[in-house]
């Protein structure tokens, strides 16, 4: 079973529509990790937060915001007024941090492909 | 700059062929991994090692060995390479500090592809 579902595979929005992106998670620690990654068209990865399994509080950073839920184990990411800079393949990630053998290993959602049109 | 640097950057090599993908981090970071990246699939852990002289395999290990002598390098070796390796290559260095301080850092990838 995959330890990290997004269930959109592709999503296409007008510029400054707001856009959530889902996470589903599956753990059976109690301390885990878990980011979001943006890969543009040119290929790198780029790391946009980090959220800790003891720490429920939800984020913003100025059109970006995460939801972490507990309870549903899922970690949604919402872009407020989108751009078409924001157009990219997301990638929502688990690390399960509870043992020192299972740091270093990240396990990776199959990524949301987002297009933004002007 | 401090960082992963992985290199080559793109390779192209022949079925049966045998290289070696680099991988060094200046981090002092405990942890390292190397992924794959195929279409729709995200990516997925091949190897990871916890430390100099530990490795153990992640989800898709087979046709790849991995050594890690230092803490710096951790080199990715393809033995004999099958076209199903065609794929993009990351390399990340991690570490954990505590108090919930966890981090990641990618290499840039590397763009195998088997003809």
């Known amino acids: 079973a995959q330890k990290v579902t997004q269930a959109q595979t592709e999503i296409s929005v007008v510029e400054k529509e707001d856009v959530t992106l889902d996470c589903v998670y599956e753990?059976?620690?109690?301390?885990?990790?878990l980011f979001w990654y943006k890969q543009p068209p040119s290929g790198e990865l780029v790391f946009l937060i980090r959220?800790?399994?003891?720490?429920?509080q939800n984020e913003i950073s100025g059109r970006y915001s995460w939801n972490f839920q507990k309870s549903t184990s899922s970690f949604n990411f919402t872009i407020t007024a989108s751009q078409v800079v924001d157009s990219a393949v997301y990638f929502c990630?688990?690390?399960?941090?509870?043992?020192?053998?299972?740091?270093?290993?990240?396990?990776f959602g199959r990524g949301t492909q987002l297009t933004v049109w002007p | 700059n401090a960082g992963v640097t992985q290199t080559p950057k793109f390779q192209v090599l022949k079925t049966g062929q045998s290289m070696t993908l680099q991988c060094a981090q200046d981090?002092?970071?405990?942890?390292m991994s190397w992924y794959r990246q195929d279409p729709g699939m995200g990516l997925r852990l091949i190897h990871y090692?916890?430390?100099?002289?530990?490795?153990d395999q992640g989800e898709v290990p087979n046709g790849y060995n991995v050594s890690r002598s230092t803490t710096e390098d951790f080199p990715l070796r393809l033995l004999s390479a099958a076209p199903s390796q065609t794929s993009v290559y990351f390399c990340?260095?991690?570490?954990?500090?505590?108090?919930?301080?966890?981090?990641?850092?990618f290499g840039s990838g590397t763009r195998l592809t088997v003809v």
């Open positions: 990630a688990l690390s399960e941090g509870g043992r020192g053998s299972t740091l270093g290993r990240l396990y």
């Open positions: 959220r800790n399994s003891f720490d429920e």
């Open positions: 090692s916890v430390g100099a002289g530990i490795t």
């Open positions: 981090m002092n970071h405990e942890y």
């Open positions: 990340a260095s991690s570490y954990s500090q505590g108090q919930g301080d966890y981090g990641y850092t």
């Open positions: 753990t059976r620690d109690t301390t885990y990790y």
